[in-house]
């Protein structure tokens, strides 16, 4: 069954900003890390950010400062906002989830495109 249903991408300038939302359908969500993730064209996916079950977060290499992630527990959603964007932040943008004794989801959803313009 589908578990992720990514949302909120588009084209945006740069400098631009943008909120990236992420709905989990899994029974485990209040106990799940998820993540975020993005694939740029002709390259693998990487890992943006995390947050687990406490709120505690991380992020990838130089993306903290621009890129925060939250989670909305009541509503299973997790939330992705991006600012200071630029053209090398194009890439679809996935989510996943682990449970802490688990590793990620081998079901991905359809992600959603952002797209940065110079």
């Known amino acids: 069954q589908v578990q992720f249903v990514e949302s909120g991408g588009g084209l945006v300038q740069a400098g631009g900003s943008l909120r990236l939302s992420c709905l989990v359908s899994?029974?485990?969500?209040?106990?799940?890390?998820i993540g975020w993730f993005r694939q740029a064209p002709g390259k693998e996916r990487e890992l943006v950010a995390t947050?687990?079950?406490?709120?505690?977060?991380n992020y990838g290499n130089s993306l903290k400062g621009r890129f925060t992630i939250s989670r909305d527990n009541p509503k299973n959603t997790v939330y992705l906002q991006m600012n200071s964007l630029n053209p090398d932040d194009t890439a679809v943008y996935y989510c996943?989830?682990?449970?802490?004794?688990?590793?990620?989801?081998?079901?991905w959803g359809q992600g959603t495109q952002v797209t940065v313009s110079s």
């Open positions: 996943n989830a682990r449970t802490p004794w688990s590793r990620w989801s081998d079901s």
């Open positions: 947050i687990n079950s406490g709120g505690t977060t």
């Open positions: 899994r029974s485990t969500f209040t106990l799940d890390t």
